[in-house]
């Protein structure tokens, strides 16, 4: 369809070069909030707050119970009957001592306890930087993609205006002007949609940074960081995560001496005093147990407890490792795809081609729409190959918070 009219034309005209500002300034905000939204979250997250309450309590549990047990201090007087046998009156103070190895055993389980409750804090904060940093991901998709479905309704706004001149002209029909005004209320729907889904995710950056605002207007995302599978991997081995089973581990083969230690002849010593018939005897007491009953299966079950601990470890490592390669390989394909599709979006920018088909009759209106909106909808294709590339690298960066 040729366009007659000068009004019509001057409106598409207009609508173009929309469109091609549409393509050149969707990047129109750096990179400038996510480090503030990170420092903000190790300061204010009430969770990672409570974590660190948590550790503290898991450190002052682990210093206790290694100390002796407390010294008995027993008096008793006793009257004669008859009266000439006099009274009795006896003293003693004594000590009850675990076998010294005991000391040094629990010591060692203590300060094992305390690396260990370390490691589950860092593992809480690691899990709570991860959600922050996707949480700014997802608010720098959303604007940008507020900024897309902008100008795409725009675009569409200016198209149902030169259908509707047409049509008032007798150059479009009732059909070609009902789809133009579809298209407008299905991307303004569409767009109050995302606006609802930024409300939803500033509440979450809100409740992320301790009930404080942060409003983020990035819209663009930063270059892919350079990871390396095997680099990956060593992180993750000696990271926090797999430090707790594999201090597990290690934790469980102490308690196992601590058992075996416990089973060991307890010691008793101390002062005793006896006075009767105005007779004083002092002198010193002492005494061992005999460890028949108590703590009788203690070992055993410490080293069932090692033996689990050890597959349990074995097989988070398995799953973590499987995972890490799972993620390394999605975020490489994600990668190609950003990369292959950001060449091919420059290629087809073909805006002026359009124009010039238009303005020579070559295609209908009704065809630049479309050809038009099929660009739209592959800018917001990469877009959220964007946002899940990531999303994963994120994940995959998890570590090395």
Not at 189 to 196: A, D, H, M, Q
């Amino acid at each position: 369809m040729r366009i007659k009219n000068n009004n019509s034309y001057s409106i598409l005209t207009s609508m173009i070069f929309t469109a091609a500002f549409l393509v050149s300034g969707i990047e129109v905000y750096t990179q400038t909030s996510l480090e503030t939204l990170l420092e903000n979250t190790r300061k204010n997250n009430k969770s990672l707050k409570s974590a660190e309450q948590y550790y503290r309590a898991e450190v002052m549990e682990a210093r206790t119970g290694n100390s002796p047990d407390n010294p008995e201090i027993e008096y008793a007087y006793l009257w004669g009957n008859p009266e000439q046998l006099g009274d009795r009156v006896d003293f003693a103070v004594t000590q009850s001592f675990d076998f010294p190895t005991a000391y040094s055993s629990r010591s060692k389980l203590s300060k094992i306890n305390r690396v260990q409750a370390n490691y589950r804090l860092k593992v809480s904060e690691q899990e709570i930087i991860v959600n922050a940093q996707q949480a700014w991901v997802n608010a720098v998709y959303l604007n940008q993609k507020v900024g897309l479905l902008e100008r795409r309704l725009e675009n569409a706004q200016l198209i149902d205006e030169a259908f509707q001149r047409m049509y008032d002209e007798g150059e479009a029909n009732q059909l070609q002007l009902n789809q133009a005004k579809l298209k407008v209320t299905a991307l303004a729907n569409e767009l109050n949609r995302v606006k609802i889904d930024i409300i939803k995710n500033n509440a979450n950056i809100r409740q992320i940074n301790g009930g404080n605002d942060l409003l983020i207007y990035d819209s663009i995302f930063p270059a892919p960081k350079v990871l390396i599978l095997d680099t990956l991997i060593r992180l993750y081995r000696s990271g926090p995560q797999n430090s707790v089973f594999q201090g597990e581990v290690i934790r469980m083969e102490q308690r196992k001496d601590v058992a075996f230690n416990q089973k060991l002849p307890k010691l008793k010593a101390g002062y005793y005093q006896e006075t009767i018939l105005g007779t004083q005897m002092k002198g010193i007491a002492a005494g061992i147990t005999i460890p028949l009953w108590e703590n009788a299966n203690a070992v055993k079950s410490a080293k069932a407890g090692m033996v689990f601990a050890e597959n349990d470890a074995l097989r988070f490592w398995e799953q973590q490792e499987i995972m890490i390669r799972q993620l390394f390989d999605q975020w490489l394909m994600l990668k190609a795809q950003v990369r292959e599709m950001t060449e091919l979006l420059k290629k087809a920018n073909n805006n002026d081609l359009l124009l010039k088909a238009l303005e020579g009759g070559e295609i209908s209106l009704t065809q630049y729409y479309y050809e038009s909106d099929f660009y739209f909808q592959n800018q917001f294709d990469l877009l959220e190959l964007e946002r899940d590339l990531y999303f994963v690298e994120a994940e995959l960066l998890r570590a090395s918070y």
